[in-house]
């Protein structure tokens, strides 16, 4: 059987499962078994593939159908433009949480004393890490989970810049390191409400998703507790349920009444960012 033979058949058997990202999928985890480029699966596309090699994919394509999603599969995944390991401890980095990175990008940036920076609910560390390596500052990233944090660790050294992160596990900011004033805290903490758990995020952490409240319960402890972490001209976003915006934005209002706060929307027009600065 060639590459193009198996490719068609592992897109078949995705669609029949109801895999709306057939081809995307069966191309990535062919790859992923075959050790190859996006641009080596085309021209090898007649290449004969080893009986070994097909069951490898076959197996990896009967649990895609079941919805495992391909970056546990793959064991990785892309994140403004790095590769980032991933596994059941943590979540899967999502493309709209790259406008955190490009804003927080211009937030340091314009700085000319270094300044410090906190992620909160690194996961993976793909905010962090990304925004370490293109900017300069103090770089802090904490978790609740230690399985998490070993995860964000472990890609840190992957990009070579574990020196320049200290990783911290810690309910919000219950670790006494992170007892100090910071210039930009980043939040990317579970906001989705519980009534939405369904098979397309089944795999991922239970933890890592949901909260009670409709979703705003833990980003409603963090906005409670973060006027006493931040420096005065400071800049925290945070990533939210558009479902919940408003509300997050009026909540916000009374813990930082002299600052700034806005909403911003994602590139499908959700309100997905609440925005608090000077």
């Known amino acids: 059987m060639t590459t193009k033979q198996i490719y068609r058949l592992s897109t078949q058997k995705l669609k029949e499962a ?38 490898k994919i076959n197996n990896l394509i009967k649990k895609r159908a079941l919805n495992i999603p391909v970056a546990y599969l793959t064991g990785e995944k892309e994140f403004f433009g790095l590769n980032f390991r991933v596994n059941k401890n943590v979540l899967i980095p999502r493309p ?23 992620d909160m609910g690194t996961g993976t560390g793909n905010i962090i890490i990304s925004l370490a390596i293109n900017s300069d500052a103090d770089f802090f990233a904490c978790d609740i989970s230690a399985d998490a944090l070993a995860v964000a660790k472990q890609n840190a050294k992957r990009n070579n810049i574990e020196e320049k992160i200290k ?30 758990k369904d098979k397309s995020v089944k795999f991922e952490p239970v933890n890592a998703i949901f909260a009670n409240d409709n979703g705003s319960e833990i980003i409603k402890r963090f906005l409670k507790q973060a006027p006493n972490y931040l420096q005065s001209n400071g800049t925290i976003l945070i990533e939210l349920d558009p479902r919940n915006a408003n509300e997050l934005k009026s909540f916000a209002k009374k813990y930082f009444p002299d600052q700034k706060i806005g909403l911003e929307e994602d590139l499908a027009g959700f309100l997905r960012y609440l925005v608090v600065e000077n």
């Open 18 to 55: 109801g895999i709306k990202s057939s081809e995307i999928d069966a191309r990535l985890l062919i790859c992923h078994a075959l050790n190859i480029s996006p641009e080596k699966f085309i021209i090898d596309s007649e290449k004969e593939i080893s009986f070994v090699k097909i069951r």
């Open 96 to 118: 709209e949480t790259e406008w955190i990175v490009e804003k927080s990008i211009k937030s340091v940036k314009p700085k000319v004393d270094k300044i410090k920076v906190l």
């Open 167 to 196: 990783f911290y596990e810690s309910d919000l900011f219950s670790n006494k390191k992170l007892k100090q004033k910071f210039n930009l805290i980043i939040a990317n903490l579970p906001y989705v409400p519980k009534k939405d």
